[in-house]
């Protein structure tokens, strides 16, 4: 992983000096390709299914109801599937690729279980979150031991390079959260910390899945870069994205819990962008005294930040990070699974929930 600090926007999608600038055709062959209207149904995501079905299994008695609701948390399985259209690209996926889906999902729901208990959410895809229906005590050694299972899992895959970088990634996602976190409150807040801090909370975990996935595919170490580079702005994209949602999205079409990053004091780049703008007063005043409804504090920003042009900017740039994932692809060999990729790419950001 390239680990200096990102600058800015721009700086993140060209600062890389082993990105090429791949042929023009290439490019347009991507970028020209229609986006499908749903995520590709892969046939060996029910070998995925399988791996997580028989680590959730293995929960004690005493705290088998938990582990019940977890599984309600599923989601689109964006992450498994970056794996196995990773592993499909470069043209050799394995059974290993299903048990490396199951690690990355788990990891993703153990964090997504300490996320609601920072943010105190309550609902969670249409139901409750654990912390909602226990408590965080409880909540957090779930995601603990869901963690420890994954890992448990990723050791069965008998590649210590893949175990080393799986480690480094889970260090990586926790100095991104403990670094937003230790922002909160600072509305002078840079933009470039913020993408520094999105880089590893989000972004980390989506370009290990497709990293990963084309190491234990055997996959040329080009082919290895660029699909990491995919995955990176892919990740950081998909994150702007739920950023926008938190404010702009509908709870109903959601189904989880919004408007948690003004409770918790946290800037996102619609508000960075906002606040260096002229009469950002209104704004500013808002989010120092936000109302006890984070509801009415959303009501009260929204048209601020339309004014300001902060969603439009905000949607540019994730739009710009997807054009530039889109771009590390042609350097894979032009199949359906690279288009399916691609299509990936576009539904991160193409979202309401």
Request: net charge negative.
């Amino acid at each position: 992983m390239n680990r200096e600090q990102v600058m800015s926007p721009v700086t993140l999608l060209d600062s890389n000096p082993h990105i090429a600038h791949p042929p023009k055709g290439a490019v347009d062959e991507i970028l020209h390709q229609s986006v499908a209207s749903e995520l590709p149904q892969i046939p060996e995501l029910a070998d995925v299914e399988q791996h997580i079905d028989s680590v959730l299994n293995r929960s004690h008695s005493r705290f088998a109801s938990m582990v019940d609701q977890v599984r309600h948390f599923r989601g689109k399985r964006f992450r498994p599937l970056m794996v196995l259209l990773s592993a499909k690209a470069v043209g050799n996926l394995t059974p290993k690729h299903a048990a490396l889906g199951a690690v990355m999902e788990l990891i993703h729901t153990a964090t997504l279980i300490h996320d609601d208990v920072l943010d105190e959410a309550m609902i969670r895809r249409f139901a409750p979150t654990v912390n909602a229906v226990n408590d965080n005590y409880t909540s957090i050694l779930l995601g603990d031991w869901i963690f420890s299972q994954a890992f448990s899992l990723a050791s069965t895959l008998q590649n210590l390079r893949v175990n080393h970088l799986l480690s480094e990634s889970a260090c990586r996602i926790c100095e991104g959260e403990l670094n937003q976190g230790m922002e909160r409150g600072n509305f002078a807040l840079e933009e470039s910390t913020y993408f520094d801090n999105i880089n590893g909370k989000t972004a980390e975990l989506i370009a290990a899945c497709c990293k990963v996935s084309a190491i234990i595919a055997n996959a040329p170490e080009d082919q290895v870069r660029h699909l990491e580079n995919f995955g990176r702005k892919v990740g950081m994209a998909f994150q702007i994205a739920d950023d926008l949602l938190d404010l702009w999205g509908d709870e109903d079409r959601t189904g989880k819990s919004l408007g948690t990053d003004l409770k918790q004091g946290k800037l996102t780049l619609p508000l960075i962008h906002a606040l260096r703008q002229p009469n950002s007063d209104r704004i500013l005043a808002i989010l120092r005294t936000p109302p006890e409804d984070s509801q009415r504090a959303r009501a009260a920003l929204i048209p601020l930040l339309e004014e300001a042009g902060s969603l439009d900017y905000a949607k540019q740039i994730a739009r710009e990070l997807v054009h530039q994932a889109r771009l590390e692809l042609s350097h894979l060999p032009a199949t359906v699974w690279r288009n399916q990729l691609a299509t990936m790419a576009e539904k991160a950001i193409a979202r309401s929930a």
